[in-house]
């Protein structure tokens, strides 16, 4: 990878910085297109309908008992959320896009079980170079041998410059990356989150962690305009979990970023005086974390709290078949009230 990469055409000389950096002008860069990647939409998930007949013989298949009894509840709070107007509320980390669940999701979005999207640094990441090529995710062992890591300059330039135009225009980083992938057309937008959720007025935010995402490697990366659109998406999604009474709040593959965030927006709701005490908080991911446990699942104090473990590309597409055709009795359950205002 590194004979095809490429610095800029002639510097002159470095550009001024600060004492003690590198002169990151001279980093050798390569197109996104000559990356080979390890995910390709070809073996995307499909939002394809359930046959008649198959949620409820699935639901008979399963026993009520541990993860499938877990399965069933979440199901059944997302159904009841819906049917009452109470939001429900998705945190997800990057490898939730890399294992192609961006149509189910979006799928999920067109149907009303999704009034806001959160998501780390990396996940903008993939959810552009999707966007922009029908793939993402590259060979990080074999390219960091050479220094080629993270060194595709489009996926840099379209993030970073949508950041710094959506940071004058006094948007969220979210906002303004989905704007950018509209205005730029992108071929494959359809599978990004970002763009769906702008197209249907659906908040989207990305809480960005400085120095951790490729795109920090560029020069064209500006840690001011990075840092006022992440602090305007926090304060956004903040107003998202204020409304959260009688929803349901999902994290989703993020171990750390997430948690904290969901944390942090609840204190603000509940500290403004909004009534924020009787949700459901859901944690799914593969392996136990401290923080998922302790900020998702117990100090929030709001209910429900399911932990579901399994692989993303297994557990959410099973969810999505029983929320889109649930048994008749899920639809006339109880659900939640909508959080009041103080």
């Known amino acids: 990878m590194l004979r095809a990469m490429k610095g800029p055409p002639n510097p002159p000389r470095d550009p001024p910085r600060a004492k003690g950096e590198l002169p990151l002008a001279r980093l050798k860069t390569y197109a996104l297109s000559e990356r080979p990647n390890l995910v390709t939409s070809e073996g995307f ?15 008979r298949t399963l026993p009520d008992v541990l993860g499938a009894r877990t399965l069933r509840r979440l199901a059944q709070a997302m159904v009841a959320a819906k049917a009452a107007g109470a939001p429900v509320l998705w ?23 999704v009034q806001a999207v959160a998501m780390n640094g990396a996940g903008a990441i993939h959810d552009v170079e999707l966007a922009m090529i029908g793939a993402t995710s ?13 060194m595709a300059r489009d996926t840099a330039q ?18 303004a990356v989905g704007a950018a992938i509209e205005r730029a057309q992108l071929p494959h937008r359809q599978l990004s989150m970002l763009w769906n959720c702008r197209r249907l007025g659906v908040p989207a935010t990305v809480h960005v962690t400085l120095g951790a995402d490729i795109v920090h490697m560029h020069p064209s990366a500006d840690g001011a305009a990075i840092g006022a659109t992440s602090l305007a998406d926090f304060r956004r999604f903040a107003a998202a ?34 009534v924020v005490d009787r949700f459901t908080t859901a944690n799914l991911d593969q392996l ?40 008749a009795e899920w639809r006339t359950g109880g659900g939640g009230t909508a959080g009041s205002t103080p």
């Open 91 to 113: 945190g997800i980390g990057a490898h939730v896009l890399k294992v192609g669940l961006s149509p189910l999701l979006a799928d999920l979005l067109e149907r009303g079980f």
């Open 138 to 150: 590259e060979d990080v062992a074999s390219a960091l041998k050479d220094g080629s890591f993270g």
């Open 45 to 59: 998930a499909q939002a394809e309908e359930p046959p008649r007949g198959a949620v409820e013989a699935l639901l």
């Open 288 to 327: 136990p974390h401290y923080r998922t446990r302790v900020n998702v699942l117990d100090r929030p104090a709001g209910g429900q709290s399911l932990d579901l473990r399994g692989h993303h590309e297994i557990v959410l597409p099973l969810l999505r078949w029983l929320v889109v055709d649930p048994p």
């Open 241 to 274: 979990v204020s409304a959260l009474q009688g929803g349901v709040y999902f994290n989703v593959g993020s171990a750390v970023t997430l948690p904290e965030i969901f944390l942090k927006a609840l204190a603000i709701a509940r500290n403004l005086g909004f």
């Open 158 to 175: 379209f993030l970073n410059e949508a950041v710094v135009a959506g940071a004058r225009a006094g948007e969220g980083f979210g906002e």
